[in-house]
């Protein structure tokens, strides 16, 4: 009970961190600005009816996926959450560099992106950990 709780936390924290994250008042005008979008693009622009779904179902996902990591590894202190998260992080940095190489994306997404990864996978950590 205590595993699917802190998937649930987990998930709840990726969701509004990334809400917060990509705010206006944080970075989402940089992220609009990079990505070439304007704020009056954004304010007429319709989200997919589907789109926050999806969300909650990656966030659930990663959620789930970093804590059977923890349980097939036999994780028994914060320092290996917190090392997996890290790692992990490291493969979604690779990720975001080949976009920017590929696809042409603007460094800063990479960087933005990496860093809400970042940030994120350490809170679930904390957050599974703990719970």
Known sequence: MNELLGIIWAAIFYIA???FWYSPAIFGKIWMKAKGFLHEDMKNKKMPKNAFFKA???AIFVATLMSAVSVIFMFDNIESYLTF?????????TNEITK???EQEKFILAVLNTFYTLFAYL???VIIFYI
Do not use: K, Q, R
Request: proline share 0%; charged share 0%; no cysteine.
């Open 123 to 125: 809170g679930m950590a």
């Open 85 to 93: 998260a890290f790692i992990a992080t490291l493969f979604v940095m």
């Open 56 to 58: 909650i179902l990656n």
């Open 17 to 19: 961190l990334g809400m």
């Open 100 to 102: 920017h190489i590929w």
